[in-house]
């Protein structure tokens, strides 16, 4: 008999709960230095709290507009002219969503048709499982290789078919710290082209760029900007992640219909903060300077102590992670045993790198993340360093 209590929808068996957030309970519960979920543990910047309180006082406190408040929208459009040259119409070219992570829901809710195949690099982002799952779509996956992550152009073309409606890109890329190339970016576009394809590309750690590294947005492209959806947000850049200020930037056609499904799924991110992230964009010419030269640092610190406890890392080009591969270090087990281990007996929490795989190129990986403070850091680089 059918048992309608504890019926689930097949939808939700795809995929499972996210192994980030596992690792950060698991880290909690053994007093490890939780170098595994990517958030900030140290302040954001005062003239962006100060923004919030601001609002909140000011009683900027219901529903802001449904697709974001007009002076953050302005502020988006203004610092995308000057960041990347799109000349972008805020009223209908830019969505303000829950963070980034809604607003890949979003986008592939409102362009992929049950049965359609999108193309994702692996390793990817653990998000764009259930965000596929959820859309109907099936993923196609092109290895990036090496501890470099390179992909193979023949491999990356044989992903492109027909049946293709879009290829995920994300760059600077969380895990793998790769940033694409101008000449990467531009193969990508020129397949999008020939096969008549979306590509959505989510570009949260765009200020987020080592040893003079450039970010390009595949929108910027010739030929690109019309099937391409761009996400970004607040998040990273200003160290708020719990804020949950994510955009989408894409042609009227395109952001008509996920605008649909941003107003469904969440009506609005919170209006006060969107005021607050309006100030934050505003006001940040000086402060993107401040933020990579912050991380370096932090890169620097993390990836020696990686390197000198026997890991192998590629020197990451953008973003905050750090691949490191143990197969050095003569561990006997997986990557999810070795990331336990060493959440439990080292006191240092990584993700297994198999979380961000579908092949099993990523069992020798386990992922760490500097998003931390100098202290945490440190602390962390004295556990490795007793391994
Ligand atoms: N993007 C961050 C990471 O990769 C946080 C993930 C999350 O928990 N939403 O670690």
């Given at each position: 008999m059918r048992d309608g209590s504890t019926h689930v929808a097949a939808r939700t068996a795809v995929f499972n709960e996210s192994v980030i957030r596992e690792m950060t309970r698991l880290a909690m519960l053994h007093g490890a230095m939780n170098l595994a979920q990517g958030y900030p543990d140290f302040p954001a910047p005062d003239f962006i709290k100060q923004a919030a309180v601001n609002a909140i006082n000011a009683d900027v406190n219901q529903y802001a507009i449904t697709w974001g408040a007009p002076r953050l929208r302005n502020a988006i459009a203004a610092k995308t002219k000057r960041f990347s040259g799109l000349d972008l119409d805020p009223d209908r070219e830019i969505?303000?969503?829950?963070?980034?992570?809604?607003?890949?829901?979003?986008?592939?809710?409102?362009?992929?048709?049950?049965?359609?195949?999108?193309?994702?690099?692996?390793?990817?982002?653990?998000?764009?499982?259930?965000?596929?799952?959820?859309?109907?779509?099936?993923?196609?996956?092109?290895?990036?290789?090496?501890?470099?992550?390179?992909?193979?152009?023949?491999?990356?073309?044989?992903?492109?078919?027909?049946?293709?409606?879009?290829?995920?890109?994300?760059?600077?890329?969380?895990?793998?710290?790769?940033?694409?190339?101008?000449?990467?970016?531009?193969?990508?576009?020129?397949?999008?082209?020939?096969?008549?394809?979306?590509?959505?590309?989510?570009?949260?750690?765009?200020?987020?760029?080592?040893?003079?590294?450039?970010?390009?947005?595949?929108?910027?492209?010739?030929?690109?900007?019309?099937?391409?959806?761009?996400?970004?947000?607040?998040?990273?850049?200003?160290?708020?992640?719990?804020?949950?200020?994510?955009?989408?930037?894409?042609?009227?056609?395109?952001?008509?219909?996920?605008?649909?499904?941003?107003?469904?799924?969440?009506?609005?991110?919170?209006?006060?903060?969107?005021?607050?992230?309006?100030?934050?964009?505003?006001?940040?010419?000086?402060?993107?300077?401040?933020?990579?030269?912050?991380?370096?640092?932090?890169?620097?610190?993390?990836?020696s102590a990686l390197r000198e406890a026997g890991f192998r890392c590629h020197t990451p080009e953008g973003a905050y992670y750090i691949m490191g591969d143990f197969a050095d270090l003569g561990f006997a087990g997986n990557d999810t045993q070795f990331a336990h281990h060493m959440t439990e007996k080292v006191g240092v929490a990584p993700v297994p790198g198999s979380s961000f795989y579908r092949s099993g190129e990523g069992n020798h990986f386990v992922r760490f993340t500097f998003s931390k403070s100098e202290e945490t850091l440190q602390e962390a680089a004295r556990r490795l360093a007793a391994m």
């Open positions: 969505t303000v969503t829950c963070g980034a992570t809604e607003a890949m829901m979003a986008a592939m809710l409102a362009v992929v048709e049950p049965g359609d195949e999108v193309i994702v690099f692996e390793p990817f982002y653990e998000n764009y499982v259930p965000d596929a799952a959820m859309s109907g779509a099936r993923l196609v996956f092109v290895t990036l290789h090496g501890l470099d992550f390179q992909f193979k152009p023949e491999e990356l073309r044989a992903a492109f078919s027909e049946r293709t409606r879009a290829i995920i890109v994300n760059t600077p890329n969380n895990p793998s710290g790769k940033v694409f190339t101008r000449e990467e970016l531009q193969q990508i576009a020129a397949l999008c082209q020939e096969f008549n394809c979306l590509c959505i590309t989510d570009e949260i750690y765009e200020h987020i760029l080592y040893d003079g590294r450039e970010h390009v947005s595949i929108a910027t492209l010739p030929g690109m900007y019309d099937r391409t959806i761009t996400i970004s947000g607040l998040s990273k850049t200003f160290s708020v992640t719990g804020w949950r200020l994510g955009y989408i930037l894409a042609k009227p056609e395109l952001t008509n219909a996920l605008r649909k499904v941003h107003d469904f799924l969440t009506v609005g991110a919170p209006a006060p903060l969107q005021e607050a992230g309006a100030t934050a964009i505003e006001q940040a010419d000086a402060y993107y300077g401040e933020l990579r030269q912050m991380y370096t640092r932090k890169r620097e610190l993390l990836l």
